[in-house]
């Protein structure tokens, strides 16, 4: 964040550029869940290395108008394995 308003600094950037980044860094420092988080998990069968059913969150939306902010949820199946690796 720092280097980001350093560097518009140094390139004459408008002062509303400044409240912008800061307000965006402000927003998703309060967010509760980022884009890819696994929210709920459900086993369909209890045998090791079988499919989970998985609530991942797909999009979070800021809506300044409303002052709210919501995300939207995307129900997958995934294995175990790819439950730990990072895309």
Partial sequence: MIKKLLSFLWNGADQRQ???E???????????V???????????????GKPLKVTVV????W????NT???IEETQ????????TKK
Wanted: no cysteine.
């Fill in 58 to 61: 797909k999009d979070v939306i």
């Fill in 18 to 20: 400044y409240f912008i």
């Fill in 34 to 48: 980022e884009v890819g988080q696994i929210i709920k998990e459900k086993k369909i069968n209890h045998v090791k």
């Fill in 22 to 32: 800061i307000g965006v860094w402000f927003l998703k420092k309060g967010i509760e």
């Fill in 77 to 84: 199946l995934i294995s175990e394995d790819q439950k730990y």
């Fill in 69 to 71: 902010v919501r995300h």
């Fill in 63 to 66: 809506s300044l108008k409303e």
